[in-house]
């Protein structure tokens, strides 16, 4: 009696992927998750106009904001001046106008509120 033993070559390794594959994606995912950062970072904002809170000064129930807004000579822009507790609670707005001719201007709000505020801010500037 005879008996054949076959030899069964052993199970193959899985193949490894080369480190360049590797390199290739992390820097595919690093430029695209920069791009998305440049992104969400200039969400809301409109290209050429640049609102700035430059003080404010808390009184009672009435705040005093001194503002700058920059922007194109031949843009008219309207923006909103807000007075905001301590949950963000608008209190007081008032919308203010830079005039065409003018690229920056300089301003100064009282807003008049039900409570005492915790801050003010220049905010949502937009061409009319």
Known sequence: ???????EA??????????????????VTAVMASGFGILAAHTG???????????????????????????GKGDEVRCTVDAYDADLVVL??????????????????????ARRATGARIRDCRKV
Do not use: C, F, N
């Open 1 to 7: 009696m005879t008996t054949s033993v076959s030899k």
């Open 10 to 27: 052993p199970p193959a390794e899985p193949r490894r992927g080369s480190r360049l594959g590797l390199v290739v994606i992390g820097v």
């Open 45 to 71: 904002q409109t290209p050429g106009i640049v609102p700035q809170t430059v003080a404010y000064d808390i009184t009672g129930t009435s705040v005093d904001i001194t503002y700058t807004v920059a922007k």
């Open 92 to 113: 007081a707005k008032k919308e203010v106008t830079v005039p065409v001719g003018k690229s920056s201007v300089k301003g100064a709000e009282t807003l008049q509120t």
